[in-house]
Structure formats: structure tokens, C-alpha cells
T-cell receptor, first 112, second 111 residues
Framework: SQTIHQWPATLVQPVGSPLSLECTVEGTSNPNLYWYRQAAGRGLQLLFYSVGIGQISSEVPQNLSASRPQDRQFILSSKKLLLSDSGFYLC???????????FGPGTRLTVT | GQQVMQIPQYQHVQEGEDFTTYCNSSTTLSNIQWYKQRPGGHPVFLIQLVKSGEVKKQKRLTFQFGEAKKNSSLHITATQTTDVGTYFCAGPMDRDDKIIFGKGTRLHILP
């Protein structure tokens, strides 16, 4: 069966510090991978998605970036965090664009 | 651009009452998906509807896909405290490898 891991579960970082969040998927190959951000009590904002190694599509962020160094690994990064980067970061995978998505447990990021 | 809209944004119901959330797309969808997110948790896939007019049931949950494949609904019969959470609908965007999520309906159950 497929499993998706995210770490860390929670993170408190000062403004201006770097960020690296990792997501890995087990039990499937060549998945579509997604990074979402959810502000408290709000909907899901798609940040990045990837259909293959090294293929990243950016939806919104200015100071965030994503990389996919391996087939089942997706990394979200920032060189300098802003207060507005606080939120709940969710990684998800799917078999294809029309298929359902499976979410990881998420990382709660607080930028202070 | 392509949008998926959900109403209501919030709903408070007494335990035992029914609940319905509605999802409308600006364009025809190849499928509609529903997810549930418990407070403090992550979204969990519930179901996918593909056919025009399709109706699917999961215990007390009934999902419908409209004839024109532009709208959908989720109906919960006799709500329980375990139904608390936010329900999202989602549908694929044309051409891109991603789906669009509605903003969700947050359900509160009053004991």
C-alpha cells in the first residue's frame, strides 16, 4: 500500500531563517506530487506541483521554491522566511491529474 | 479562470439533523472529488464521482453529481459528532496536472 510521509510535524522558525520541508511517498512510482498551504481555518492554496523528477510547476509563491530530486521525494524550501509564510503545509500525491489526491499529515509552521 | 465554489462556508447543526453542502464549477468537470478534513488533521479522500447524474452512498453520506457535470452535493443524514470537520469538493482543471479545490464547508455539530 502507499504511504506518504512529511516532516517535521511542527516547526517554529524566526523571520529571515531558511526552511526545508520534506515529503516522501512509498509504494508507488512516478506519482504526481503537490505542495499546498492552508492558513488557519481557510482553504487549500496550491503552491507547487510536479509530474516527474526535476519538473516543477509554480502556482503562487515568491519566496518559496520546490524541488524533486528523486521520483518519490518532494522538498519545499525558502531562503528567508516571512511572517506570512506561517501556515499548515500539506504534501499530497496522486496517480495522475484527474485522480484523487492523498495527503500527508502536514507540517505546522509558525514564523515568529 | 476555472473556479469551484462551495456553499455554505459554515454550517451549525444540532446532532441528529441533516446537513448538505453544495459545489458548483464554472466549467464541466470530468469528475468531482470530495474530501473531509477533521479539526487539526489533513484532508482525506472520501469519494470520486465520474458519471453524469451519478449518486453514491457511504453509510449516512450521499454524494450526487449533476446531470451537466458542473455541480455536486454531499448530504449527511442524522449528523453525529464524528462528522465534525471541513468538507471540500475538488475537480480537475483543463489541461493542467492538478485539481481545483473549493474553499470548503466547515460543519459544527451542536450536542
Amino acid at each position: 500500500s502507499q504511504t506518504i510521509h512529511q516532516w517535521p510535524a511542527t516547526l517554529v522558525q524566526p523571520v529571515g531563517s531558511p526552511l526545508s520541508l520534506e515529503c516522501t511517498v512509498e509504494g508507488t512510482s512516478n506519482p504526481n506530487l503537490y505542495w499546498y498551504r492552508q492558513a488557519a481555518g481557510r482553504g487549500l492554496q496550491l503552491l507547487f506541483y510536479s509530474v516527474g523528477i526535476g519538473q516543477i510547476s509554480s502556482e503562487v509563491p515568491q519566496n518559496l521554491s520546490a524541488s524533486r530530486p528523486q521520483d518519490r521525494q518532494f522538498i519545499l524550501s525558502s531562503k528567508k522566511l516571512l511572517l506570512s509564510d506561517s501556515g499548515f503545509y500539506l504534501c499530497a500525491w496522486s496517480w495522475g491529474r484527474t485522480y484523487e489526491q492523498y495527503f500527508g499529515p502536514g507540517t505546522r509552521l509558525t514564523v515568529t | 479562470g476555472q473556479q469551484v465554489m462551495q456553499i455554505p462556508q459554515y454550517q451549525h447543526v444540532q446532532e441528529g439533523e441533516d446537513f448538505t453542502t453544495y459545489c458548483n464549477s464554472s466549467t464541466t468537470l470530468s469528475n468531482i472529488q470530495w474530501y473531509k478534513q477533521r479539526p487539526g488533521g489533513h484532508p482525506v479522500f472520501l469519494i470520486q464521482l465520474v458519471k453524469s447524474g451519478e449518486v453514491k452512498k457511504q453509510k449516512r453520506l450521499t454524494f450526487q453529481f449533476g446531470e451537466a457535470k458542473k455541480n455536486s452535493s454531499l448530504h449527511i443524514t442524522a449528523t453525529q459528532t464524528t462528522d465534525v470537520g471541513t468538507y471540500f469538493c475538488a475537480g480537475p482543471m483543463d489541461r493542467d496536472d492538478k485539481i481545483i479545490f473549493g474553499k470548503g464547508t466547515r460543519l459544527h455539530i451542536l450536542p
